[in-house]
């Protein structure tokens, strides 16, 4: 197939793209490349490019004919934390749910039969300590989350017997990526534990999340994109698994068990997150035969220990604005690389 990878230089895209090469995929990416400098776990796949952020190319007159003759989008291109949303609320929304809609807009236009789009399991936001599946009701807390489920209420608006879109809401991920983000919990724990031996919670650790490994991400992406039409047509999906919903303290007990010497600590003031939801996962392993996740929480610790202890990692260095996502687009737009609105600023060649 001939696949538009949206986001193909982020945390899941350079993951996906060498897997869908290696299935021998025709990828072109699309991707502002906010974080180029952030690089951490192995090399990043070199792949064609049309564009770089996404709300200048549907903006462009030529982005129909630009899109014409792709098979599929995998749509992963986005603000991707709740801090970013939170610290940008408006560029989260116009960003994640307006540009998203114009580009699926665009590809129907284009005839691009097949649309994946990267949304969330944050949809749920604050659901309770019951298993929600694809059917319940979503109650999004954070404008992160609520970009999302704009976001899957207008592309799917466009379904038709010509188009095609299909909604993964990913648990949270984990797993080493050429593309780290430190700001996710598995990830973060890990992290703290190997640096300070404090695995160190911001909360009280007792509310709910599901968890799936980055890997598992990019195998739901190939299972769908692969799947026949009828099996995908104007479904959503959990990604992970059942069984891999876990209160935030139980995964703070697998990164102590997992990092020798290490204890669990938690920040002053730690109270309940408002995010509080488990996640059943059974839909999609029973609609994609191919989607068969590899990882669990406790394999995963194994990984990033061994990763982090190997690269002599610091807490310096994942608590920083290479590693820590707002903090970097903070730093960028400091120092005058990046406006307010997260556009590259381009400087002029002295004269």
């Given at each position: 197939m001939k696949i538009l990878l949206t986001g193909h230089l982020g945390y899941i895209g350079t993951v996906l793209a060498p897997r869908l090469l290696a299935r021998g995929h025709d990828v072109t990416g699309l991707d502002s490349d906010l974080f180029a400098e952030c690089s951490f776990a192995g090399p990043v796949a070199?792949?064609?490019?049309?564009?770089?952020?996404?709300?200048?190319?549907?903006?462009?007159?030529?982005?129909?004919?630009?899109?014409?003759g792709f098979d599929?989008?995998?749509?992963?291109?986005?603000?991707?934390?709740?801090?970013?949303?939170?610290?940008?609320?408006?560029?989260?929304?116009?960003?994640?749910?307006?540009?998203?809609?114009?580009?699926?807009?665009?590809?129907?236009?284009?005839?691009?039969?097949?649309?994946v789009f990267a949304s969330s399991c944050s949809n749920y936001g604050a659901s309770g300590d019951q298993f929600i599946s694809e059917a319940g009701t979503l109650n999004p807390v954070t404008p992160y989350g609520l970009s999302k489920v704009e976001a899957e209420v207008g592309i799917s608006a466009l379904a038709d017997a010509s188009f095609?879109?299909?909604?993964?809401?990913?648990?949270?991920?984990?797993?080493?990526?050429?593309?780290?983000?430190?700001?996710?919990?598995?990830?973060?724990?890990?992290?703290?534990?190997?640096?300070?031996?404090?695995v160190h919670l911001k909360s009280d650790g007792s509310p709910?999340?599901?968890?799936?490994?980055?890997?598992?991400?990019?195998?739901?992406?190939?299972?769908?994109?692969?799947?026949?039409?009828?099996?995908?047509?104007?479904?959503?999906?959990?990604?992970?698994?059942?069984?891999?919903?876990?209160?935030?303290?139980?995964?703070?007990?697998?990164?102590?068990?997992?990092?020798?010497?290490?204890?669990?600590?938690?920040?002053?003031?730690?109270?309940?997150?408002?995010?509080?939801?488990?996640?059943?996962?059974?839909y999609i392993a029973l609609r994609l035969h191919a989607f068969k996740p590899q990882w669990t929480c406790r394999r995963g610790?194994?990984?990033?220990?061994t990763a982090f202890t190997e690269s002599g990692l610091t807490v310096e260095a994942f608590e920083g604005p290479r590693f820590k996502r707002i903090a970097h687009l903070k730093q960028r737009i400091d120092e005058g690389s990046l406006n307010e609105h997260l556009y590259p600023v381009r400087q002029l060649a002295a004269a």
């Open positions: 070199h792949i064609p490019s049309i564009g770089g952020d996404v709300r200048e190319f549907v903006a462009e007159e030529d982005s129909i004919e630009r899109l014409r599929a989008v995998i749509h992963l291109a986005g603000l991707s934390n709740d801090p970013l949303g939170d610290y940008r609320p408006g560029l989260t929304q116009e960003i994640n749910a307006r540009a998203s809609f114009e580009l699926a807009r665009l590809a129907k236009a284009a005839g691009v039969p097949r649309f095609s879109p299909t909604f993964l809401r990913a648990s949270t991920a984990y797993g080493l990526s050429p593309r780290l983000r430190f700001d996710l919990v598995v990830n973060n724990l890990t992290a703290w534990a190997c640096t300070t031996g404090d709910w999340r599901p968890i799936v490994h980055v890997e598992d991400i990019a195998l739901a992406y190939i299972a769908t994109v692969e799947a026949p039409r009828t099996e995908v047509h104007c479904e959503v999906f959990n990604v992970g698994q059942t069984s891999e919903n876990y209160q935030i303290r139980e995964i703070a007990e697998i990164v102590r068990d997992v990092v020798p010497g290490s204890k669990i600590a938690f920040a002053d003031g730690a109270s309940p997150d408002l995010r509080n939801y488990r996640v059943d996962c059974n610790v194994e990984q990033l220990f």
